[in-house]
C-alpha cells in the first residue's frame, strides 16, 4: 500500500490509494523454495475499459510495487538473489465494457448508409431530411454525422451550442445524443470547435466514431441513419467493420462527373467483401425551379443522370429532389425542409421517406442480414 501511495493517477492528479482504486488488500505470497519469487497480487478499478491512463498506471504500479520491495528487502539484510518479486495486477471497471462488435446497437433495427462518391453533391442535406421526414412518419429514429473532419449537422439541426452530456445506464456511462424534430442527433462538431479544423490521423478519427456509435445512449430505434463523408475512406471501411449495415442510399447529382463517382460508391457497397445491399439512387438538384415560377423546370446539371444510372445499375430511384432556394436557407437556418409539408420539397423529402420505408421492408423480407466485414492484420 506504500508503494502504491507513490503512484499518481491521472484521471484524479491523486495516487492509487487516495483515489479508491484499492479495491482489495493486497495479497503477498512468501516464497516456499529458496530461488522462488516473492508474489504480490493487487486488485486496481479504473472507471472504464477505455481508460486512456490504464496501461501506464498498471505499469507504474507494477515498478512501484518491484522497486519497494526490493528497497525493504535490502534494508533488511535480506538482499540476497532469492528475493525477486512476481507482480499480478487485475484490473476491474466500474463501468461495464463497451459491447463486442455486432452486438453494439442491439435496439436498432435498421441501419441506413447515405453516402456519394463525390462531395458537394448535397448529401448531408438529403440524411437530415431523410431522418426527420421519417421521424414525421412516427418511426423512431437516429441520425449520426460520421463526417469527422467536416461536420455539418449541428448547424443543419440548429444545435451547434448544444453539449451532449453523460448518462449512466445499465452500468454504463454513455453520450446522451441531442434530441430535435423527433431525432437523435450525434456528431463529432458538438465536440470541437467550429471554427478550428480537426487535424486527426486516421486512428483518432475513427476511434472517436466509434465512440460516438458504441458508447452513446442510442437506446430503441426503428431507423438509424448514418451521414457519411464523400468518397470511400477510413471512415467508411470503420462503419462496415462495426455495423451490420441494412442497406445504402446514394446520393448524386445528374452530372456525368457526379455519377462517375456514385459508381464507385456504389462498388464499394457490392464489393464481395463488404456486400451491403444499395437499397436506391436519389437523384439531387434534379432540376431547377424558380419560386416565381413553379411550373418551370430547368435542368441546369443534365436531365435524369441519376435515373438512367440506376436504371443500368438495377437499383431503385428513390427520389428526384429539385433546386429550391429553400432548401439551403432552410438548412442555414436549422430548420430543414422537411418539416414542412406544405412546400414542394417538404413533399419530396416525406415520399423519399416512405420510398426507403418500402425498399428497406422489402430487403428484409427478401434478403440474409448483412454481416459486419472481418477485420483481417
Known sequence: MDALATVTYAGTKKNLVESGMVTDTPAVAAPQLIGEPWKVKVVLEFPRDTDPFLKSTVKAAEAAIKYHCKKAFSESGDADSSNDVDVEIITEFKSKPRPEVGAMLPGVKNIIAVSSGKGGVGKSTVSANLAIALARLGYKVGLLDTDIFGPSMPKMFGVEDERPYAVHVDGRDLIEPIEKYGVKLLS?????????????????????????????NWGE???????TPPGTSDIHLTLLQTLAITGAVIVSTPQQVALADARKGVDMYRNEKVNVPILGL?????????????????YLF????????AEELKVPLLAQIPIVQSICESGDQGKPAALTSETMTGVAFINLAQAVVTVTNRRNKEMAATKIVGVKS
Do not use: H
Request: overall charge negative; proline content about 3%; charged content about 25%.
Open 188 to 216: 463529432i462538431g458538438f465536440f470541437v470547435d467550429s471554427k478550428t479544423a480537426t487535424l486527426w490521423r486516421g486512428g483518432m478519427a475513427t476511434n472517436a466514431l466509434k465512440q460516438l456509435i458504441a458508447d452513446a
Open 221 to 227: 430505434l426503428d431507423y438509424f441513419i448514418l451521414d
Open 282 to 298: 436519389i437523384e439531387n438538384m434534379a432540376w431547377f425551379t424558380p419560386a416565381e415560377l413553379p411550373e418551370n423546370k430547368y
Open 302 to 309: 443534365g436531365k435524369e443522370g441519376c435515373k438512367k444510372l
